[in-house]
């Protein structure tokens, strides 16, 4: 049954890198332009963001942006991130604040899709135990410790589950440990599922390519999880959204139009 969501996919930056990060062992010395999306999901019960990009601050401050993201160069160039691409900003042209979302669930916790957080306090954030367990440990580059300051306060989940009618998580891992996806469904048309860095590109979908970064170098459990979310969408004739592939979001709605 279609549940009418609408989904907003919201632009919070742009980031250029070796496309070896996205496409495993492929894209050696190709450098590729890459949307850092969020998505603003309206139900008949509520309002969820999937992701919620970067820590402005750290990059709009010259010596926290030195300290974060120079140790990325080359392979990585720091975000360009504009002030109107925070989400408070987008929210406001839709006449909201941040005590109108329900629930701020984050895919994984690399910098570019959980450090907008601290734009959002007071909301209620949905996380894997697994990927807050892998993140503490320090071991992943991708993430910035200090976002993780909160993490007390959050809501955690352990697998699958349904955030709201119409709204399903589901497990993706293999990029990070916990990593989550959503299935979506729509009032019209075909549900959506909003692959997050399960699949950066097109390609790794079409190809089947692991990211190039792979939790514990397990390129077989990210491959597991690509070839999961392919055999839903063709279960559930429902769309599948890479998260990083420049292409296919500038074919999407521009904000403030939606996907509904």
Same mark, same amino acid.
């Given at each position: 049954?279609?549940?009418?969501? *609408?989904?907003?996919?919201?632009?919070?930056?742009?980031?250029?890198?070796? *496309?070896?990060?996205?496409?495993?062992?492929?894209?050696?010395?190709? #450098?590729?332009? %890459?949307?850092? /999306?969020?998505? /603003?999901?309206?139900?008949?019960?509520?309002?969820?963001?999937?992701?919620?990009?970067c820590d402005y601050r750290k990059l709009a401050d010259p010596r926290l942006r030195r300290k974060y993201?120079?140790?990325?160069?080359?392979?990585?160039?720091?975000?360009?991130?504009?002030?109107?691409?925070?989400?408070?900003?987008?929210?406001?042209?839709? @006449?909201?604040?941040?005590?109108?979302?329900?629930?701020? #669930?984050?895919?994984?916790?690399?910098?570019?899709?959980?450090?907008?957080?601290?734009?959002?306090?007071?909301?209620?954030?949905?996380?894997?135990?697994?990927?807050?367990?892998?993140?503490?440990?320090g071991s992943d580059s991708g993430v910035f410790a200090d976002e993780l300051r909160n993490a007390d306060?959050?809501?955690?989940?352990?697998?699958?589950?349904?955030?709201?009618?119409?709204?399903?998580?589901?497990?993706?891992?293999?990029?990070?440990? @916990?990593?989550?996806?959503?299935?979506?469904?729509?009032?019209?048309?075909?549900?959506?599922?909003?692959?997050?860095?399960?699949?950066?590109?097109?390609?790794?979908?079409?190809?089947?390519?692991?990211? @190039?970064?792979?939790?514990?170098?397990?390129?077989?459990?990210?491959?597991?999880?690509?070839?999961?979310?392919?055999?839903? %969408?063709?279960?559930?004739?429902?769309?599948?959204?890479?998260?990083?592939?420049?292409? #296919? #979001?500038?074919n999407l709605p521009q904000f403030p139009a939606w996907v509904g």
């Open positions: 049954m279609s549940r009418g969501l *609408k989904i907003w996919p919201l632009l919070t930056a742009t980031i250029r890198y070796e *496309k070896t990060i996205s496409t495993r062992n492929r894209g050696h010395g190709k #450098f590729i332009d %890459a949307p850092i /999306l969020a998505y /603003l999901i309206e139900t008949t019960n509520g309002r969820i963001l999937y992701d919620v990009g993201y120079d140790p990325m160069r080359p392979q990585v160039e720091p975000p360009d991130a504009r002030e109107e691409q925070r989400i408070p900003h987008y929210l406001a042209q839709l @006449g909201l604040g941040p005590s109108d979302i329900d629930v701020v #669930f984050i895919g994984h916790l690399h910098f570019d899709h959980a450090g907008g957080l601290c734009d959002l306090p007071g909301c209620e954030v949905h996380i894997q135990a697994d990927e807050l367990a892998a993140a503490r440990t306060q959050w809501t955690i989940q352990t697998g699958e589950y349904l955030v709201t009618p119409g709204v399903r998580a589901i497990a993706s891992p293999g990029h990070t440990a @916990g990593h989550m996806s959503l299935f979506l469904e729509l009032s019209k048309g075909q549900p959506v599922i909003l692959c997050g860095d399960a699949a950066d590109l097109s390609e790794n979908l079409m190809e089947e390519i692991a990211p @190039g970064y792979c939790w514990q170098e397990n390129e077989a459990l990210a491959l597991a999880s690509l070839r999961k979310l392919k055999t839903l %969408a063709r279960k559930e004739r429902a769309q599948l959204w890479p998260n990083h592939d420049m292409n #296919f #979001f500038l």
